[in-house]
């Protein structure tokens, strides 16, 4: 028996061999591009750029009003006069006596002649119905206190 030869010494079997080495790449070739195809993103249109636009100024307030928040309205600073409440004095002397007084709304507290009240004031005097505070025991007096007058 011969063996079948096509072509220049190469027998059947090796032409099958290479024949399905063709098809089948063919086949991942024709696979690979249907697969891109069907998962590219499809854009009919060409792209166009829009310019941008201003946006409208928004009246915050008229919104929030418009969404039911209650108007909000800014504490002013407490005046110095109205963090202090005296509730009592001792006087003693030139430079002795005693006072009650409520800072910031908390319970009152004793304090001496001398003693720092409350952000770098001191109490300077105590006399009759007032007291004054300052920034330094000898200094001029920045607040002075009275005592309310009873009803």
Known sequence: M??????????????????????????AFSAVTWGLRWTAVRDVSPVTTAEPQALPEVDTEAL????GAAPVQTAAAPSLA???QLLGVLAGGPNAGAALIAVDGKPAKPFRVGAVVSDGLVLQSAQGRRVSLGVALDG?????????VKK
């Open 140 to 148: 001029a007096p920045t607040l002075t206190l009275d005592l309310p």
């Open 64 to 67: 929030a009003r418009s969404l």
């Open 82 to 84: 109205s963090r202090f």
């Open 2 to 27: 011969s063996s079948l030869s096509l072509g220049r010494g190469l027998s059947g079997e090796v032409w099958m061999k290479w024949l399905s080495l063709v098809v089948w790449a063919l086949v």
